[in-house]
Structures are given as C-alpha cells and as structure tokens.
C-alpha cells in the first residue's frame, strides 16, 4: 500500500518547500482556491469519511460543516498539536518530517471553512519539533503561500504556532482554546459547541494535525478514493504509533481496518526476546485494555467499539508476559491523577483515590474490597465530569481490573506478583 | 517599579509577542515562556511585572504558572534532566536510568545538584514511545536511555 503523509519520513530534505514543491506540493491547495466551492470542498472531505484522528473519531467533513454560513462574524481554525495521550507519537512525526503537507491542510481546511486565521497549538516540549514547522511556515509565507491575496484569489490566510506548557488536558478542544486565550486550561461546558461558539466566542473548528495532514490528498486523488483505502465506515489510512514491548517501535502508516494482529506481528516485527503478549492498548492509554486473545480486531472505529474497546489515537502499547499489569495501571493512574485539571470533583478526587488503591495493591498492602472501591470509583467518574480525561481515567481501570483480575487478586490476596520475569 | 526586572531584551522580546497579539491576555503564555527561555525561571518579581504590563492582577500570572508544569517557579540546573516514566518508558525499563543518574550526581528524584548544573526530575509521557526510555534535557529529546547512555550523557554534559 502506497504511504500518504509517512512516505517521506526520516528524509530531511522533504521538509523543505523546494522538495515538496517538486512532489506535487500545494497543488491540491491551489485546487481547491481555484476550482473549489467552500461547499464542494466540504462534501469531498465528506465523501472521504476522513474520521478525526485526535481520538474521538468525529467526521470531519461533518463537523466543518457545521460552521455557520453566509455570517461576517470572523472564525476560526485551530490543529490540535498538543499530543499527550500516552502512547501517541504520531503528529509529532507529521510536523518534524513533513510539515508542509500540514501546512497545505491547514490552508485547504481554512478556505472550506471561511477562516483568516489559524493557530497550530503544539505541546511546550515540542519546542524543537515547532520550530522545523515554523520554519516550514515562513518558508511558505515566503512563498507567498500565506499571507495576502494567496494564489491571486483574494482569499487571505495567516498561522500562528502557539507553544502549551505541560498539560494533557490542553489537548482537550474546550481547554485547548481556553489555554490560547491565555488562561488555565479547563475545559468548558459544551453545548455551545466549538463551531458555534469557540476561540474568544468565535465559531472555531478544531481538528487534530493528522486529521488536517490527510485533506491535501483526499482534494488532490478525491474523496472516494480515500474512503475505498480503509473499511466501510472509516476512510483511508492512518498513523498507528507502536510502543512498548515490541521488536520495531515506530508509526506505521496503514489502512482503517487493517487488524490488531498485523500491526504487531507484521509491521512491528512481534515480541522481543520470543517473550508471550499478555496486552494491549489500542488506541492510546485512555482506551480500554484487549487481552492476547483479542488481537484479532480489525482497527477501526466501529470494530473495536463492537468489542468494547476504542481506536481513540491509534496509540498501541503493546504489554507481554514480564509486564506487571498492576504496576502498569498504577503508572497510569498516576498520570491522570496528575492530569486532572481539579475542575469537577468525581475526577480531581477520584483519580487520587484510584491511584492511593492501587499504590497500596501494589505495596502488598492491598485488602479485600479494594477491586471492588477501585471500580466502583471509577463508575462514579464515568460519565460525571465536564471533560473525557475522567472517562479516559476510569475506562483503564475497569477493564484492566475486568480482564486480569487474577492478577490483581494475586497482589491482594498472595501478595505475589505473578509477570514473568 | 517592578518592570525593571525585565532586561530590554526581555522588554523587546515582550513587544514583539505583543505586537503579533491583537489581544493581551492570550499574549500570556507566549511571555512566560520568553521570560523563562531568558531567565531559567519565573522569579516573583518577574511574576510581578508581568502582570504590571498585562494589566492584570498577579495572581491571575501565580495561576498560570502553577497549572502548567513546564513554568517554573524555582530555578533548575542548567541541564534539566526530564525522565519520562509513563507506560511505555516504564516498560523499557524507564527507573534504570532515573536511578543512575541519582546515584551519579548524588541527588533524588526532583532535586538540583549543588554546583546548579544539574536537576533530575521524572515527567509524563514525551509524546516519544518510540524512543523509549525517553528523556528531555532541557529542548532536546534522547532515545534508548539505559544507565550506560545516561552515565555518557552525563560525561558529554559535565
Ligand atoms: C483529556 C483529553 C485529551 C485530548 N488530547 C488530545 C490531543 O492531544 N490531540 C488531539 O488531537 N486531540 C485530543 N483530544 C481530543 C480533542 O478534544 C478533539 O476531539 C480533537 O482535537 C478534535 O479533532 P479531530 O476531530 O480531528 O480528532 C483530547 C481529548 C481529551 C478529553
Ligand atoms: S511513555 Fe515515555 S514518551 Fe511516551
């Protein structure tokens, strides 16, 4: 399968404007400025069934087109760079290796939209990794790809990159935009949704980096084209960042539906050290866990959903048999923990007990009862708070503890852990 | 006058982040993070001034620099050792290398040596598991932290 946004990753050269002019570079924008109706643009991204990539899976082309139209009240687009779902690496490769092909999206995106502006909100430690986009982008500017007037169209468009500063829950659309504004980044009560009511109270769309990566081909080669690449109801391909107890970590670039299994044992080249899979997560740390002998799932959003799982960011971390799974959830316990904003009681509470549970579980101090408080506050979580990073806490805790429970139990009862070292 | 803290570096830095910005407050995180890459850390003075310029109470700055963990407060080595101990870090065997580097400069997780070179703290998921165990010193990011790289890391920096 020919790869879209990955076939250049790993060449430096193919981060420069002259590279990417000579690969057929900001012709779909040209396109889709000279040819194109906002309108016909959006029906394409339709057709394409271009899902977000940032985790929840919403149609993009649906989601543009809710932003009202025929209003002179200015809009907004922002891409969410801020990627710190554990276990996602992905958006990151798209601005280090080739970040015109952002660029370009961002250029299409704004112009189907209506917007004069951008902002690329990237996380505070990929400060190095902005600045090859910056680069990108005044090389573009230079151009004359940005600015005024771009392709003697009239339409005008200008980019900001914007750094975060240390926070997962920025990565959030409500906290993000909250966060650009300069504030804290919590997250805001939803409705009004971001396209009716977002950035300083201005219709915004937010869409992920890989997301806005993926429209420059789907203008160039056409909706249904892309859409035929992945399964029935989510289109084309995408990054699936493979991480933990594997031969070849690193992003593979793959159709929608291409199974779990392959992934692992084709791409990622199976299990080191000839060590047994224990576990997976799928889809980036806040995803419910699938035991070895799920990895038969084809990884797409309905499919996994069907077996209660989800393909969130397409982050999978990959857990064989010397893996305490135990201490694997106390690690992310921790992190939620750490994460939570403190806004809505259930999670700025509920994470730390979860975490104090299972620190006790894992100290060998763990009591009858524990699995039970450790699901049952995690219930309480789900569903109760503003935000998903809740729902991201307790959906670990429920199926890790479901589906490995002699494992837990052992900690608590026999105080043995029982990974294989 | 607190806005002497701020060098004219710094000052001009500050009207260029003002100047891109049509609004002041969103102008915030842009200027914390100038006046941290100037000054390794947001001091209280610093803290005060620039509120004095936003126009905003300080408080509203305190706010900002204790909700994200990049702005610090307190001053750090000059190498900031960022171990990330997340899931996929911590399969590879992330504690290895946060405890070599301990025993090496002779300090604890969250500490700063004495001399101010180096402080050694463990973070979050880097957005790098594939460069697991990752580490951030300072803007730059490693991959395959053993004890063995992190004791060469730490030859290269002393
Ligand atoms: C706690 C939390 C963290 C999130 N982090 C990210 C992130 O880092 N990057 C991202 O694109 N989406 C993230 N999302 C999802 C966004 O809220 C939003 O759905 C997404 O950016 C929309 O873009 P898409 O439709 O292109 O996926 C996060 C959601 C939650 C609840
Ligand atoms: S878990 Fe360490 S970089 Fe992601």
Avoid at chain 1, 87 to 107: A, C, N, S, Y
Avoid at chain 1, 170 to 177: F, K, V
Avoid at chain 1, 376 to 386: D, K, L, S, W
């Amino acid at each position: 399968m020919e790869k879209i946004l990955s076939k250049h990753f790993f060449n430096p050269e193919a981060r420069r404007l002259s590279f990417y002019l000579q690969n057929d570079g900001y012709e779909a924008a040209r396109k889709a400025l000279t040819c194109m109706s906002p309108q016909e643009i959006i029906e394409e991204v339709m057709k394409s069934n271009l899902r977000g990539l940032g985790g929840a899976g919403f149609p993009t082309g649906r989601k543009w087109s809710f932003i009202p139209k025929d209003s002179p009240e200015p809009r907004y687009l922002v891409v969410n760079c801020d990627e710190s779902e554990p276990g996602t690496f992905k958006d990151r490769h798209i601005i280090e290796w080739t970040p015109h092909t952002l660029l370009e999206g961002v250029m299409i995106a704004s112009f189907a939209i209506g917007a004069h502006q951008c902002f690329v909100y990237a996380r505070g430690e990929y400060v190095r990794y902005a600045n090859i986009l910056q680069t990108a982008l005044e090389e573009a500017y230079r151009a004359g790809f940005f600015g005024k007037n771009i392709f003697g169209t009239g339409f005008d468009l200008d980019v900001m990159i914007h750094l975060g500063a240390g926070a997962y829950i920025c990565g959030e659309e409500s906290a993000l935009l909250e966060s650009l504004e300069g504030k804290k980044g919590w997250p805001r009560l939803k409705p009004p949704f971001p396209a009716v009511s977002g950035l300083f109270g201005r219709p915004t769309i937010i869409n992920n980096t890989e997301t806005i990566s993926y429209v420059p081909v789907i203008i160039r080669n056409g909706g249904e084209w892309f859409s035929r690449l992945g399964s029935l109801k989510s289109g084309g391909m995408r990054l699936y960042s493979v991480s933990g107890h594997i031969r070849k970590p690193g992003v593979y670039e793959l159709p929608l539906g291409t199974s779990l299994r392959e992934i692992i044992y084709t791409y990622a080249e199976g299990m080191r050290n000839g060590r047994k899979l224990k576990a997976v997560i799928p889809g980036g740390s806040s995803t419910p866990v699938l035991t070895a002998q799920e990895i038969d799932v084809k990884m797409d959003f309905e499919s996994l959903a069907a077996i209660g799982s989800m393909l969130g960011s397409a982050g999978v971390i990959v857990m064989d048999e010397s893996a305490c799974l135990v201490k694997a959830l106390a690690v992310l316990g921790k992190f939620y923990q750490h994460e939570s904003c403190g806004q809505c009681t259930p999670c700025r509470e509920g994470t730390g007990w979860m975490t104090r549970i299972l620190h006790r579980i894992l100290t060998g101090r763990g009591v009858k009862g524990d699995l039970e408080n450790l699901v049952r506050v995690a219930n309480n979580i789900q569903g109760n708070t503003i935000c998903a990073l809740g729902d991201g806490a307790a959906m670990p805790m429920i199926s890790f503890v479901t589906k490995f429970r002699e494992e837990f139990e052992s900690h608590i009862f026999h105080k043995r852990c029982t990974a294989v070292r | 006058m607190s806005l002497e803290t701020l060098s004219d570096q710094l000052l001009a830095e500050i009207s260029e982040i003002l100047a891109k910005h049509p609004q002041r407050r969103p102008a915030l995180l842009p200027i914390l993070h100038a006046c941290q890459r100037r000054n390794g850390y947001i001091s209280p003075e610093i803290e005060r001034a620039v509120a004095e310029l936003l126009g905003i109470p300080v408080i509203d700055v305190r706010e900002i620099i204790t909700f994200y963990t990049l702005l610090l407060p307190k001053p750090v080595g000059k190498h900031h050792l960022q171990f990330c101990t997340n899931l996929s870090c911590h399969l590879q065997g992330a504690e290895e290398s946060v405890a070599a580097a301990c025993r090496r400069l002779g300090i604890e997780e969250g500490e700063t040596t004495a001399d101010r070179r180096f402080t050694v703290t463990t973070v979050e998921c880097l957005g790098a598991c594939d460069m697991a165990p990752a580490m951030q010193v300072n803007d730059d990011y490693y991959a395959n932290m053993t004890s063995d790289r992190v004791n060469e890391l730490l030859d290269k920096l002393s």
